[in-house]
C-alpha cells in the first residue's frame, strides 16, 4: 500500500512538472505575441526576413536558391536574394581552386573536399554548401593544373568553365566572364607571380556595384603579369 502511495505521489509530481513547462512556453509565446504581434501567416521567411540569408546556411541555403527550398520557405523567397550569393559563389569556386593547387603543390594525395565548407570574403563569413560532384571538379582542377601540359590545361580550362557557368545558373545568376581567367594562372608565370595574383583576386569582392569592376580590375591584373585577356 505504501509502495502505491509512493507511485502516484511521484507520478503526480511528473505531472505538475509537465504541465508547468507547458504552461511557462505558453506563457512565453503569449507574452512574444504582446509585445511584437501576432506571427505572420505563410512562409518561414516573412518571419525571419531582418535575419541575414533568412537564417539559413549550407545546404539550406543552397537549396533555396537553386529551387528547392526546405519546409517552411518558397521558391520567391529566394529571388532577392539570389544575387547577393554571387560573390559567395565566386569564393567558394576560388577557394576550391586554390586548395587543390596548393595540396599539389605540397605533394598531398587528392582529397574530398569539405563540404559546407566555411567561406570568408571582405562582408561576411558563412558555411557554404555546393553539390559534391561540382566541388571536386572544382578542387581537381586546381590540384592537376600544376603539372599540366597544354592540351591538359585546355581540358582542365573548359572543366573549370563549364562548372562555374552551371552553378551560377543554379541560382539564375549571369556572371561576367570566364572564372578560369581569374583563376588560372598563364603557363609561363613564375611560383611568385602565381601567389600575387591570387592574393590580389582574392581581394575583389564582388558585391552589388563591384561588378563593373571585376573585368577591369582582373584584365589588369592579368597585364601585369603579360598576360593577355584578348
Known amino acids: ?33 504582446a509585445i511584437n504581434g501576432p506571427p505572420p501567416k505563410g512562409s518561414l ?16 541555403l543552397w537549396d533555396l536558391l537553386s529551387g528547392d527550398p526546405p519546409p517552411g520557405y518558397a521558391k520567391d523567397d529566394a529571388m532577392p536574394w539570389q544575387p547577393k550569393y554571387e560573390h559567395i559563389l565566386y569564393k567558394h569556386i576560388e577557394t576550391l581552386f586554390n586548395k ?67 552553378l551560377f545558373n543554379k541560382i539564375n545568376v549571369e556572371h561576367s566572364g570566364s572564372m578560369s581567367e581569374r583563376l588560372v594562372p598563364p603557363p609561363n608565370a613564375q611560383p611568385n607571380d602565381q601567389e600575387e595574383l591570387l592574393e590580389q583576386t582574392d581581394d575583389l569582392d564582388l558585391g552589388e556595384g563591384d561588378e563593373e569592376n571585376f573585368a577591369e580590375q582582373t584584365a589588369m591584373l592579368e597585364k601585369n603579369l603579360g598576360r593577355d585577356l584578348g
Open 100 to 166: 587543390g593547387m596548393e595540396d599539389k603543390k605540397a605533394a598531398k594525395l587528392k582529397e574530398q573536399p569539405e563540404s559546407p565548407m566555411m567561406i570568408s570574403t571582405l562582408r561576411e563569413t558563412m558555411n557554404a554548401f555546393m553539390p559534391n560532384q561540382y566541388a571536386s571538379v572544382l578542387y581537381e582542377s586546381g590540384y592537376e593544373i600544376v603539372t599540366a601540359d597544354a592540351e591538359q590545361r585546355l581540358a582542365i580550362i573548359d572543366a573549370i568553365d563549364r562548372t562555374s557557368e552551371t
Open 1 to 33: 500500500m505504501e509502495k502505491l502511495l509512493l507511485l502516484l505521489v511521484v507520478a503526480g509530481c511528473a505531472a505538475v512538472v509537465i504541465i508547468m513547462i507547458y504552461l511557462i512556453s505558453r506563457v512565453e509565446k503569449i507574452e512574444d505575441i
Open 45 to 60: 521567411a516573412m518571419v525571419r526576413e531582418k535575419e541575414p540569408w533568412l537564417g539559413l546556411q549550407g545546404v539550406d
